[in-house]
Nanobody, 123 residues
Framework: QVQLVESGGGLVQAGGSLRLSCAASGRTFNTLNMAWFRQAPGQERQFVAAIRWFGSSTYYANSVKGRFTISRDNAKNTLYLQMNSLKPEDTAEYYC????????????????WGQGTRVTVSS
């Protein structure tokens, strides 16, 4: 089992930045492929970014490429999402996910999920 707890969400103006964190426990973090997803009200959960369990390979949705950066600190069992140049359309609940294969943007690829952290971008 893996427990995931997201933090770092909040309210920010368009053009601003936020850094989300996801603390993992319960299983060796450095063996897990990790990802971020988001879900806006009334919409399906969508893929944002993924990072492989070893090395530095990353994979992004086109909508965030060049603005968001996914990273991990295996010593701290923590996943990050640095979000820059935020837009109102980035407003959503952001979830971290663990497990599964890489690269894979499907929600059912990931067996473990956090509870989410809300990001609101005002115009």
């Amino acid at each position: 089992q893996v427990q995931l707890v997201e933090s770092g969400g909040g309210l920010v103006q368009a053009g601003g930045s936020l850094r989300l964190s996801c603390a993992a426990s319960g299983r060796t973090f450095n063996t897990l492929n990790m990802a971020w997803f988001r879900q806006a009200p009334g919409q399906e959960r969508q893929f944002v970014a993924a990072i492989r369990w070893f090395g530095s390979s990353t994979y992004y949705a086109n909508s965030v490429k060049g603005r968001f950066t996914i990273s991990r600190d295996n010593a701290k069992n923590t996943l990050y999402l640095q979000m820059n140049s935020l837009k109102p359309e980035d407003t959503a609940e952001y979830y971290c996910a663990a497990g599964g294969t890489y690269p894979n943007s499907a929600t059912d690829n990931y067996p473990y999920w956090g509870q989410g952290t809300r990001v609101t971008v005002s115009s």
